[in-house]
């Protein structure tokens, strides 16, 4: 498996921008279809989106779709997380996470996952 270290959160004002960042370890990382969930307070974790190991596909949550964007830089180990027009409700706990095979967006199909990085979104 893959360890997996996110960064980039942050305190933003609504209407701001960050970019979250997914840094892996291990060789196989090109392998890896990649994902980033995030769990608010009080909820559970949910699914925001999704690249295959290749990069030629992507899946967004209904939620963050037009305003998030999701890439990889395989040369780099590095998996991206561009969140524009961010909204309060998209305050959480955002969670990077890899599985070794295709494109999925169940938390329960991804068996490595970083320690997750806070993003707030002031109104």
């Known amino acids: 498996q893959v360890q997996l270290v996110e960064s980039g959160g942050g305190l933003v004002q609504a209407g701001g921008s960050l970019r979250l960042s997914c840094a892996a370890s291990g060789r196989t990382f090109s392998s890896y279809a990649m994902g980033w969930f995030r769990q608010g307070p009080g909820k559970e974790r949910e699914f925001v989106a999704a690249i295959t190991w290749s990069g030629d596909r992507t899946n967004y949550a209904d939620s963050v779709k037009g305003r998030f964007t999701i890439s990889r830089d395989n040369a780099k180990n590095t998996v991206y997380l561009q969140m524009n027009s961010l909204k309060p409700e998209d305050t959480a706990v955002y969670y990077c996470?890899?599985?070794?095979?295709?494109?999925?967006?169940?938390?329960?199909?991804?068996?490595?996952w970083g320690q997750g990085t806070q993003v707030t979104v002031s109104s």
């Open positions: 996470a890899g599985r070794y095979g295709g494109i999925a967006t169940i938390p329960n199909y991804f068996g490595s």
